[in-house]
């Protein structure tokens, strides 16, 4: 079977694929709104095509009078790629973007007698993202391999966590934008456990052969798993929004969904108002952008719960969909393996992983202002909801404003400054913040100069362009260019 399987598989440099392909991409904007059914940052809202809205008809509100029938009970499956040197049990460098199968060894193609190391950062990471979701930590918890067979699995196997995860019983705080209706949610976080990814198949253009890349095998990987707490696609949308926040806010990965070092597997079912038990649970898979996940999910639901209207509830089965970004609808890709068919068992290459309350303790004292608690200190600054979002949506767009009201700026003239030319200046030049030559220094400078009329509003926006694109102090533009406002 597996002959068969492979005889069109090719595994090679990828000689007929152009490098643009391959290339990093850059994807530091930050967003000038917050996450959700809005993407995060300038690069992915070119990458991800427009929704598009139906006009109302008879039809749609005859869907709308069937949904107020029925709940929906979603759960997300995050998978975060670490940013480690090396992989997860070899030396292989873990670089996004190199030439094809460069970044292989013996452990990570499956070779017999090639023993595995476990990478001590990823148990950190393990325990850092673990902590940041208050979860319970495994001060013992083991690896178990994953069985299954698929051509860019060379093991034919995944080596795993099952029973005894690094991190479980958890929660996650989200705030919904206010364009989604606002309010506060609280998801549970099931478990967190370590993992390694898979390769990647690159399937070609008359579908006559596929070629496998193999450096992504091996790559460490956080899994995810939360409670089915979610009941619609913002909410859902939201919380992924926040993994990747968290993710990034902890330095444990970049959160790219673009590249693939952030992924979702959503699960979905729906029952009658009222109903206990839950209905069939659907999974769509790999889903890689904010926005396709709450399409997503509302396409689900609307195609379960008309199922479920016309009498045809044996029709929705335990499978495996994709989305499909051109058609905008869920389709079927397989049936669902159960647990048994993954015949899980202990990795026997690895030992336990042993945790001590005082690496643990270490670990915790070390970790930054995590978003919840940023909002929340924003909020109690006096700052609106839409302001606090915005503010704490990018960590380093949070660390510049945490400096600039250090410097003195009081923070509602802060926030407005960052928010609007700043960020339409970032914007149209395609910048992140870390770009721009204006110091938090001088920007307080500039608020305080204008609030205590040495400069106008007007003057101080002219200045502030010129100090963001060029830098330089805001005292010596004002002098160099006699810009001091005369007082009657």
Not at 251 to 257: F, P, R
Not at 348 to 368: F, G, H, K, M, N
Not at 392 to 401: H, I, K, L, P, Q
């Amino acid at each position: 079977m597996s002959t068969t399987l492979l005889r069109t598989i090719q595994l090679n440099q990828f000689s007929l694929l152009g490098t643009s392909l391959l290339r990093r991409r850059r994807s530091n904007n930050f967003s000038v709104r917050s996450c959700g059914s809005q993407t995060t940052t300038t690069h992915e809202a070119k990458q991800s095509s427009p929704t598009r809205v139906a006009p109302k008809n008879h039809k749609s509100n005859q869907l709308d009078e069937i949904l107020r029938d029925y709940e929906a009970v979603i759960g997300i499956e995050t998978h975060v790629q670490l940013s480690t040197l090396t992989k997860a049990f070899c030396s292989c460098s873990n670089n996004y973007g190199s030439y094809p199968n460069t970044s292989i060894c013996p452990v990570c193609m499956g070779l017999p007698g090639a023993l595995p190391v476990l990478n001590s950062k990823v148990v950190e990471f393990g325990v850092r993202l673990g902590l940041a979701l208050n979860c319970d930590l495994s001060l013992k918890s083991k690896f178990d391999r994953k069985q299954y067979f698929y051509p860019d699995l060379p093991k034919g196997y995944q080596i795993s966590q099952f029973d005894i995860p690094i991190a479980s019983g958890g929660y996650v705080d989200v705030d919904i934008p206010l364009e989604f209706g606002g309010g506060h949610r609280r998801f549970g976080i099931t478990r967190v456990h370590m993992e390694e990814d898979a390769g990647k198949l690159l399937h070609s253009d008359t579908g006559d052969y596929s070629q496998v890349d193999l450096n992504r095998a091996g790559v460490p990987l956080l899994e995810i798993v939360s409670e089915p707490d979610m009941r619609s696609g913002i909410e859902a949308a939201e919380y992924a929004c926040e993994m990747q926040r968290i993710a990034r806010y902890l330095g444990v990965s970049n959160g790219n969904m673009q590249e693939g070092s952030l992924r979702c597997d959503v699960n979905i079912s729906i029952r009658p108002i009222g109903q206990a038990e839950f209905g069939t649970k659907v999974e769509i898979k790999n889903l890689n952008a904010f926005s396709a996940i709450s399409r997503a999910i509302d396409f689900e639901i609307s195609r379960q719960a008309l199922l479920y209207n016309q009498g045809k509830a044996d029709q929705i089965v335990t499978e495996t969909r994709l989305w499909e970004e051109g058609a905008q609808k869920t389709v079927t890709m397989r049936k669902k393996e159960g647990l048994a068919d993954y015949r899980y068992f202990p990795e026997p290459d690895l030992p336990e992983v042993i945790l001590t309350q005082e690496y643990v303790d270490s670990i915790r004292a070390s970790l930054p202002e995590l978003p919840e608690a940023k909002r929340r200190r924003y909020e109690a600054m006096g700052l609106g909801m839409q302001d606090v979002l915005f503010l704490a949506n990018d960590v380093s767009v949070a660390e510049y404003f945490d400096a600039v009201i250090g410097k003195g700026a009081e923070v509602k003239l802060a926030a407005n400054w960052i928010m609007s030319d700043i960020a339409a200046y970032l914007k149209n030049e395609k910048l992140s913040i870390n770009d721009i030559k204006l110091t938090p220094q001088e920007l307080a400078e500039l608020i305080a100069a204008i609030k205590d009329g040495t400069i106008s509003g007007k003057i101080g926006k002219e200045i502030l362009f010129e100090l963001l694109a060029k830098g330089g102090t805001v005292k010596g533009m004002i002098k160099a260019k006699d810009l001091v406002q005369a007082n009657n």
